[in-house]
């Protein structure tokens, strides 16, 4: 039987007399350098008896080694003590370990669970995280993006709402040879490249809830019109009145920014109105309690003299009263996709599969109710 023996030097060599394991062989590696010499990669592969190359992908997570050997590899790597150096595997492999996220989203805590959800898919890889907020309206737009990513050297880019909508800066990328994944609320390409959020079937669950309450009469707050998620679940709230007989009057929509003050200035133009609305959907939640603010002022009550709605689930909807009834978007759980996908695409050179696709779902609260006869 051929097996591994190591040689004072750390190397393995056959031997048909005596198998030495690779935990063994590990073990007689660090009784015999101690703390006197920091173990290579190179030393991890020849007492693992598997490539430079196996190892690298035991240290970043790739999900192409088999259990077997990821456990045994992972042994060695605690035995000797081996720590990877960030900057000396990026030398290595020409690109650093960063993932670059890149936003203009005027909605902080989106921005902070995409975040997370990004990091909890990056855990164990060995890769970290840097944040580039950008103005997509900018003349320098395209030019800081690239500045960026060729600055540090990114191993891939994750693009969020908006700037994943916009196809200059996937030209570029492509143009420059940067791994990229796209989180979207519709596929935007036919390849391996996105994270589908379908807002439309958020959309539809908010309008259905609102239409099955008896709401018939009732006002919507988009977002920025830049933004594709805000046409999506407009058009799928549309969708869900047409399935009850009703429509969207047009003199009942109003065009917000997804933030706190464009909810209440939009929200206080709606109450205005005679007859006002039974209920408004908001198409975020930041909107939807500056509506709550709106009304609360006017002296109103929610949901009696009106009901509330809004989308995402973010930690603001529960941080009011009555809590806001609302569309729970996966932010986090996108963040997470995008990140896994990204390392999967650039391990196996650009086939990561088809594209992922996450599901809202309604939260129903204290906000909403059937209006008052």
């Avoid at 590990?26 to 693992?48: L, M």
């Avoid at 916009?166 to 989180?183: K, N, P």
């Avoid at 996709?337 to 391990?347: G, I, P, Q, R, Y």
Wanted: charged share 25%; proline share 5%.
């Amino acid at each position: 039987m051929q097996a591994r023996l190591s040689s004072r030097e750390g190397q393995s060599v056959s031997t048909e007399d005596e198998a030495i394991e690779p935990v063994a062989a590990a073990e007689e590696w660090r009784e015999r350098h101690g703390s006197s010499r920091k173990p290579t990669i190179n030393d991890v592969a020849r007492i693992a008896g598997v490539s430079k190359r196996t190892v690298s992908r035991v240290i970043n997570n790739s999900p192409l080694v088999k259990e077997k050997t990821r456990t045994e590899i992972g042994k060695v790597i605690d035995i000797v003590g081996f720590s990877p150096d960030p900057q000396a595997r990026g030398l290595a492999f020409r690109h650093s370990y960063l993932i670059g996220m890149i936003y203009d989203n005027p909605n902080p805590q989106y921005v902070v669970n995409m975040q997370q959800g990004i990091l909890a898919g990056l855990n164990k890889s060995g890769h970290e995280l840097v944040l580039h907020p950008c103005d997509r309206e900018s003349d320098t737009f395209l030019q800081d993006v690239r500045q960026f990513i060729e600055r540090l050297k990114l191993f891939g880019v994750i693009l969020t709402p908006s700037v994943s909508e916009d196809e200059r800066i996937v030209e570029m990328l492509r143009e420059i040879g940067c791994a990229y994944i796209r989180i979207a609320s519709v596929a935007l390409e036919d390849n391996d490249n996105m994270i589908v959020s379908n807002d439309r079937i958020g959309g539809r669950e908010a309008g259905r809830h609102l239409a099955g309450l008896g709401h018939e009469r009732i006002g919507f707050i988009s977002g920025k019109p830049s933004f594709r998620s805000s046409r999506e679940r407009r058009a799928g709230f549309e969708e869900a009145l047409a399935e009850r007989g009703l429509t969207l009057d047009p003199a009942l929509v109003r065009d917000g920014a997804y933030t706190f003050q464009s909810g209440l200035e939009r929200g206080r133009e709606l109450l205005q109105m005679d007859p006002r609305p039974t209920a408004i959907f908001a198409a975020n939640d930041e909107m939807a309690v500056g509506v709550l603010q709106a009304l609360s002022i006017a002296g109103l009550r929610v949901p009696d003299d009106m009901s509330i709605m809004g989308y995402d689930d973010f930690q603001i909807s529960i941080s009011v009263w009555p809590r806001i009834t609302t569309v729970h978007s996966p932010v986090s759980r996108l963040g997470e996709l995008a990140a896994e996908k990204l390392l999967l695409l650039k391990e196996q050179e650009g086939l990561a599969g088809g594209d992922e696709t996450c599901t809202p779902w309604l939260i129903e609260r204290e906000s909403t109710a059937a209006p008052r006869k």
